[in-house]
């Protein structure tokens, strides 16, 4: 398995370069400056997630930072999910999971909808017709724990992607 920092030498400087683009290079390491708000987050993540199925859970933090586009948050999360004995087929078909829904439960597609639409507030509101289809899936204390899951991802893809959080390094079990 090669890692971000496996590189390989052309054979001659005129030969096309297999070697990986360089990484972004990360802009603040926010959590070691702001330990205390680094540690309220990690708190409110695990409250957040009581109560979910932790393959629902992983599923929902994957869409949302596919959405944001934090590649940190992809990382840790794919990772979670495989440990979670997540299918490596329904993570790759994620991104498509509209095109896909038949590897998916009707509360996982409940799930994944409510999740593009808190994350993705363009008109400004989750339509009705989202949140009533979650809401008739989910017992409300699930929902509850679901819509938290949900915003505390998408606060955790704020700092990824703000501070350039660097993936490839992370191993499940780990916090950021």
């Known amino acids: 398995m ?3 920092t496996d590189t390989h030498t052309p054979a001659s400087p005129s030969a096309p370069s297999d070697a990986y683009a360089p990484a972004v290079p990360q802009r603040l390491a926010w959590a070691k400056l702001a330990p205390e708000v680094y540690k309220a987050m990690i708190r409110l ?3 957040a997630k009581k109560g979910l199925d ?3 859970y992983e599923l929902v933090k994957i869409r949302a930072s596919q959405l944001n586009h934090c590649a940190f948050c992809l990382d840790m999360h794919t990772k979670d999910a495989l440990a979670a004995g997540e299918s490596v087929q329904r993570i790759v078909q994620l991104d498509a999971w509209e095109e896909s829904r038949h590897f998916y439960t009707e509360k996982e597609l409940a799930a994944l909808e409510l999740t593009e639409a808190v994350t993705v507030l363009t008109d400004g509101f989750v339509p009705d017709e989202v949140y009533d289809k979650a809401a008739a899936l ?3 204390a699930e929902l509850a724990q679901l819509i938290a899951a949900i915003t505390v991802i998408n606060a ?3 700092f990824g992607v703000t501070c350039r959080l ?3 390094n992370y191993r499940p079990g780990q916090h950021g």
């Open 166 to 168: 660097t993936p490839g």
């Open 2 to 4: 090669t890692t971000q």
């Open 54 to 56: 932790p393959k629902l």
């Open 138 to 140: 989910f017992e409300e």
């Open 45 to 47: 993540d695990t409250e």
């Open 156 to 158: 955790w893809n704020r």
